[in-house]
């Protein structure tokens, strides 16, 4: 027994439920988000496919928000990925004209943000300066 009043095998279970549970959480929410940028990728005129490919999404993604997909390449940059990475967002809500506030929820909150993107009414109109 320990301080809980239970045993050590009583406790095991409870925490192996509790990851079994967050990872049954996890793995729905991933494929979500695919689904999400499979769709975001289709209304770009890209192939969603890309969408499960790793690496290749990134470069996919850049190219709808940067025109240049070869600029994923700057994600491998040590704290420099960060920026980029935010800046992808910036420009990610631009190409589908969206503004700021939109960018900001697709930084801090992309698991709502990158639905709306995808099943809402935004349509592509390419990189933005």
Same mark, same amino acid.
């Given at each position: 027994?320990?301080?809980?009043?239970?045993?050590?095998?009583?406790?095991? *279970?409870?925490? *192996?439920? %509790?990851?079994?549970?967050?990872?049954?959480?996890?793995?729905? %929410?991933?494929? =979500?988000? #695919? $689904?999400?940028?499979? /769709?975001?990728?289709? /209304?770009?005129?890209?192939? *969603?496919?890309?969408?499960? %490919?790793?690496?290749?999404?990134?470069? %996919?993604? =850049?190219? #709808?928000?940067? @025109?240049? @997909?070869? /600029?994923?390449?700057?994600?491998? #940059?040590?704290?420099?990925? !960060?920026? =980029?990475?935010?800046?992808?967002? $910036? /420009?990610?809500?631009?190409?589908? +004209?969206?503004?700021? @506030?939109?960018?900001?929820?697709?930084? =801090?909150?992309?698991? #709502?943000?990158?639905? !709306?993107?995808?099943?809402?009414?935004?349509?592509?109109? +390419?990189?933005?300066?």
């Amino acid at each position: 027994m320990n301080t809980y009043g239970m045993t050590d095998q009583q406790m095991a *279970g409870i925490v *192996g439920g %509790v990851s079994a549970a967050y990872y049954v959480v996890y793995i729905i %929410v991933a494929v =979500f988000m #695919i $689904v999400c940028l499979w /769709k975001i990728f289709t /209304k770009a005129n890209e192939p *969603g496919w890309a969408a499960i %490919v790793p690496f290749y999404n990134y470069y %996919v993604e =850049f190219k #709808i928000a940067w @025109g240049n @997909g070869w /600029k994923f390449l700057l994600l491998l #940059i040590p704290v420099a990925n !960060i920026v =980029f990475a935010i800046m992808l967002e $910036v /420009k990610m809500a631009k190409a589908f +004209g969206k503004g700021g @506030g939109f960018a900001a929820g697709l930084i =801090f909150l992309p698991v #709502i943000f990158y639905p !709306i993107l995808a099943f809402g009414n935004a349509q592509y109109i +390419g990189p933005q300066e």
